[in-house]
């Protein structure tokens, strides 16, 4: 794992850690896994509501996603797994050298393409 990747599961962590409903199971989640898998449930949590996914819907930076990228590719859009989407988002992520734990990451995407707008003007 990589500082970026560090940086964005703390700032997953740290959000969800507030949000009064889940603050007793982030506790425990770090009581019972340890930090890292605390925050990776943590980012999973935040960018699932984030993105408004179903229940059945995987967060891009679930690893059915992010470690199986090229099948997740080749799923049709608009397949009720939304597994394509999300691997979608894992590419523009990584190919703009932003973590897939982004606990907003269609917000984190904006906000850099932004600053690259900014940039080349």
Same mark, same amino acid.
């Given at each position: 794992? +990589?500082?970026?990747?560090? +940086?964005?599961?703390? !700032?997953?962590? +740290?959000? @969800?850690?507030?949000? *009064?409903?889940?603050? =007793?199971? &982030? +506790?425990?989640? %770090?009581? $019972?896994? =340890?930090?890292?898998? @605390?925050?990776? #449930?943590? @980012?999973?949590?935040?960018?699932?509501? @984030?993105?408004?996914?179903?229940?059945?819907?995987?967060?891009?930076? #679930?690893?059915?996603?992010?470690?199986?990228?090229?099948?997740?590719?080749?799923? *049709?859009?608009?397949?009720?797994?939304?597994? !394509? $989407?999300?691997?979608?988002? &894992? !590419?523009?992520?990584?190919?703009?050298?932003?973590?897939?734990?982004?606990?907003?990451? %269609?917000?984190?995407?904006?906000? &850099? $393409?932004?600053?690259?707008?900014?940039? &080349?003007?």
């Amino acid at each position: 794992m +990589d500082d970026n990747d560090r +940086d964005a599961l703390q !700032r997953a962590f +740290d959000l @969800a850690r507030h949000d *009064p409903a889940l603050h =007793g199971r &982030v +506790d425990r989640w %770090l009581a $019972e896994r =340890g930090w890292e898998s @605390a925050a990776r #449930s943590c @980012a999973c949590h935040c960018q699932s509501a @984030a993105l408004n996914l179903k229940p059945w819907q995987l967060p891009p930076c #679930s690893p059915t996603i992010a470690n199986h990228l090229d099948d997740a590719l080749r799923v *049709p859009f608009s397949d009720a797994s939304g597994r !394509r $989407e999300g691997a979608e988002i &894992v !590419r523009k992520l990584r190919s703009l050298g932003l973590s897939i734990y982004e606990a907003d990451p %269609l917000a984190a995407i904006a906000r &850099v $393409e932004a600053g690259q707008r900014q940039a &080349v003007k």
